[in-house]
């Protein structure tokens, strides 16, 4: 690493441990990365926020210091969606909540009273060509143009089930799904979430375009994320990490990521040979333990960006403790994407799943908590 390079990456973040600060929430539950985030009111006043929606059924919101301030019910939401599959918080008084495999929406309040409901099969432009939507599994901050994204996983075209062209053999099916999910979609946007609703596709041809080849299948949860006005798609089949133009939806860039402390990338599978239920334990597996990008953070101060690159493991544990035993890094990059320094946070008392950038610094959980219903984080100041 250059001279310039290593002063850079002790001027990012205070290394001074007198100046990080640690933060403990008083959750109450569990809560899975997709179900937490940031996110600002009018004013530009930072919130955190923890979601709980299998038993207790609500989102509880803190101050960026730790102060509990007030619980979402999430009640009204549940009673329409069923099963809630994400939720993004555009304001504190309209909270997008997205359903798991019927491509509903609700907005509610923040007293949980919805205020909008969106069937998403009745807005998209593509009738025949059928998806499910999702949230990205790790959260993100909302664009400022208050757009919402989803992934679009492609499922089935109506004209090929009424022509009687959809396999029904298992095995063909599923070579047959991941051949024509290559070149489908792999975002949707939605606009005027309050209004009169809007959806467009974009980043399209995002599997083929990871390898160039029709050759391989991508069995994943969906990975963007969202900072400076761009999406970044994060795949663990590639060491790229792809950029999206938020205005023409097209994929402009690929900027390629490199660790001194792990290899980033899962080798894809041969679709010809890909069984799902087969290949489900294997790909598990390496999900958890090969090294992988998972999220992208911009810092407006000094026009950096941020990836956070979990690194490989050997740990043969349960999936909760091979995650959390496993190092990450923070590598920055400039605002042209050049990659300027690594700090790297093996064997270190921190967690590289749940990281959230204010905006004075990252917030990045410790392992070592209190107890299970309490998060304690230590903020990283930016100098």
Known sequence: MSLYSLLLLFAVFSCNKSQNQDIT???????????????????????????????????????????????????EAIGFLQHIGGIQ??????????????????AINSEGT???????????????????????????????????????????????????????????YHEYRAQQQLYKPYLLRITNILDKPTAEFGADSFYYKINNTDKFTYPELPFFTHANDKLFLITPYDK????????????????????AHTN???????????????NEATLNYKFQTIGSNTRVFFNEKQNLYYVIVLHSTNHKMTTRDRTEARGF?????????????ERNFANTDYFGVY?????????????????????????????
């Not at 998403?120 to 664009?143: C, H, R």
């Not at 610094?361 to 209190?370: C, E, T």
Request: contains cysteine.
């Open 25 to 75: 929430f008083d959750v109450g539950f569990n809560s899975q990365p997709k179900f937490t985030g940031t996110f600002q009111d009018s004013k530009g006043t930072e919130f955190v926020y923890f979601a709980e929606p299998v038993s207790r059924k609500c989102i509880k919101v803190f101050s960026t210091t730790g102060q509990y301030l007030y619980t979402i019910p999430l009640k």
């Open 89 to 106: 918080i555009v304001s504190k008084d309209t909270i997008v909540i997205n359903s798991e495999y019927t491509n509903q929406l609700c």
């Open 114 to 172: 919805i205020l909008k409901k969106i069937f998403l099969n009745d807005i998209v432009p593509d009738k025949i060509n059928q998806y499910e939507f999702g949230t990205s599994y790790m959260n993100y901050p909302v664009s400022i143009q208050k757009s919402l994204f989803f992934a679009a996983d492609w499922s089935s075209n109506l004209n090929d089930e009424k022509a009687g062209k959809v396999p029904q053999e298992s095995d063909k």
């Open 240 to 259: 790229n990490i792809f950029v999206v133009d938020e205005n023409t939806l097209k994929i402009e860039n690929k900027i390629p990521i490199h660790s």
């Open 264 to 278: 980033i990338g899962i080798k894809p599978i041969p679709i010809d040979s890909f069984d799902i239920l087969g």
């Open 329 to 341: 890094s923070i590598i920055t990059l400039d605002s042209t994407f050049k990659q300027i320094a």
């Open 355 to 383: 990281i959230f950038p204010i905006k004075n610094g990252l917030l990045i959980d410790k392992k070592a908590k209190p107890n299970e219903k309490q998060i304690t984080f230590t903020l990283f100041k930016y100098l």
